[in-house]
């Protein structure tokens, strides 16, 4: 087996997706965030004092996803978990990533000065009775997104030399990107993976499964996610994010790394002197790939750490992917891959490279309809092929890579965007801060905790096999496609903002 990981060159080759000007998307109807845009509270005004543009984005954010839509999600949980406990719904909360990292600064510390355990006992003392971890959620999405990717990959193989599977695959767990794509690239939503974020996978997760599992019915759960992003309760508003039957909402409210920390110093829940707690099962158990989502490159990473082993059988030998790490806003690598002699991947790339010849004829005389296929190799002869990847952070690189993408100027199988610059990190609903370099500690203080994980790559988690084994069947199966797989609407489903 042979594996290089190295720089990329960006090749000027013809644009695939100028060779999709064909497509036209489905008609789909449009739908319409309910509710309208609410006053900050008190407590929200006296955090995003001296910020206006904050105010103007939570304002718009804070519609309701299951409740008056005067009051913001944050009140509306907090007024369910205060009723006395023979009155309310069953609490359970899920946290994402980088919220983590980031929360210690709410209370005067540096990034990653408080453990996820602290926080986990910090959400039972608010009262949940349950407290999940979005990095199962995470592990979930890999399992998805990964085989979505080997099957595009085995989809355009087999369909050589014209086929009509469509590549590169960008990841959609972000809702910024995702707000962008559907306003303005929605000939591209047939290019997007059709995974559901890792929280509303959780969310799906805890209204079918956990609810199976224990007998609650899904209408008398509330499902609290604890986000660094203020993008992620409009996500949490879609219509169609109700697993467990109409009008019930896999995620019920949203509150942000900001939000949080308020509520916790006005309930003088101290985080810092905190004992560690436990996260509950069986969606409490997350991998280092998951946490790295909270950053830019991190999904891309996790994703190879999965996507490499089914492809090849063989654990990635290099954990750490430099390449796509890091601040830049604009990361490309390749990644080799070999798959094992004999398997149906190895045979596909066999095959592909030898009618490689007669692409490069029709290419040549401008009749090929489809080159997304064009970029693997079976260099030194070993039968391989190189995924070519690319991440972006922030919305104007976003755009600096497709521009760059539909002129043919560079090409790639996977890319990985992020709206918020430094990804997750950077959300709009962490903490403010002076500190210039305040975005890289968060990073560095994930990549830590990725290190001290004992499971580093989402398939060896144990909790996410059984859920396959239990209740989901095979990744990308009828079941998982059901439950953690959405759609896209061109123009987008909202309003404001
Ligand atoms: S990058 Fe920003 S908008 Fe996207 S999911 Fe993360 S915090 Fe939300």
Redesign the pocket.
């Known amino acids: 087996m042979q594996t290089i990981i190295a720089q990329s060159h960006v090749s000027a080759r013809p644009s695939v997706f100028a060779q999709q000007d064909a497509y036209k998307p489905a008609p789909i109807p449009c739908y319409f965030r309910r509710g309208a845009s609410t006053s900050p509270s008190a407590l929200g005004r006296a955090q995003l004092a001296g910020n206006p543009t904050r105010v103007i984005v939570v304002a718009a954010a804070a519609t309701t996803a299951a409740g008056p839509a005067s009051i913001p999600h944050w009140k509306q949980a907090i007024n369910e978990l205060d009723k006395p406990r023979d009155q309310r719904k069953v609490m359970i909360c899920q946290v994402a990533p980088?919220v983590r990292v980031a929360i210690a600064e709410c209370f005067g510390l540096a990034p990653g000065a408080t453990t996820p355990g602290q926080l986990a006992e910090s959400l039972r003392r608010l009262g949940f009775d349950m407290v999940f971890d979005t990095l199962y959620g995470a592990d979930l999405t890999i399992m998805e997104e990964g085989t979505e990717l080997i099957h595009r990959l085995q989809s355009s193989l087999e369909a050589n030399p014209h086929g009509e599977e469509p590549l590169p695959m960008f990841t959609s767990?972000?809702?910024?990107?995702v707000a962008l794509l559907e306003k303005s690239y929605p000939d591209l939503i047939p290019y997007v993976s059709s995974c559901k974020?890792p929280q509303m996978m959780l969310g799906a997760m805890v209204k079918t499964y956990l609810a199976e599992k224990r007998g609650i019915s899904p209408n008398d759960i509330c499902m609290v996610s604890i986000?660094?992003?203020v993008?992620?309760q409009g996500e949490a508003d879609r219509d169609w994010f109700c697993s467990s039957g109409a009008g019930v909402r896999d995620v019920d409210h949203v509150i942000t790394t900001t939000e949080l920390g308020s509520i916790l110093k006005e309930r003088n829940i101290n985080l810092p002197e905190l004992p560690e707690g436990d996260w509950d099962q069986p969606l409490g158990t997350g991998s280092g790939a998951g946490v790295i989502f909270g950053t830019t490159g991190g999904v891309m990473e996790a994703a190879l750490r999965t996507a490499y082993e089914l492809v090849t059988k063989q654990p990635l030998p290099r954990l750490n992917l430099s390449e796509v790490r890091g601040m830049d806003g604009i990361k490309e690598t390749e990644v080799k891959m070999v798959p094992p002699a004999g398997s149906k991947f190895a045979e596909l790339v066999a095959a592909r490279a030898a009618a490689k010849a007669v692409d490069e004829a029709a290419a040549s005389a401008g009749a090929i309809k489809w080159d997304g296929g064009a970029g693997f190799s079976n260099d030194e002869g070993a039968n391989g092929l190189t995924l070519r990847v690319a991440v972006a952070?922030g919305l104007g690189n976003a755009k600096k890579l497709l521009t760059k993408m539909q002129s043919g100027e560079c090409k790639y199988d996977f890319v990985e965007i992020?709206?918020?610059p430094a990804?997750?990190v950077?959300?709009?609903?962490q903490p403010r801060s002076s500190d210039k370099q305040i975005t890289a500690k968060r990073q560095q203080a994930i990549y830590n905790l990725d290190e001290r994980s004992t499971i580093r790559r989402s398939h060896e988690n144990p909790a996410i096999q059984t859920a396959y084994q239990d209740f989901l069947g095979e990744p990308n199966g009828p079941k998982a496609h059901e439950l953690l797989h959405t759609h896209y609407v061109p123009g987008g489903v909202e309003t404001s903002e």
């Open positions: 980088a767990c972000c809702p910024g990107w974020s986000m660094p992003c993008r992620k952070n992020m709206a918020c990804g997750c950077g959300g709009g609903g």
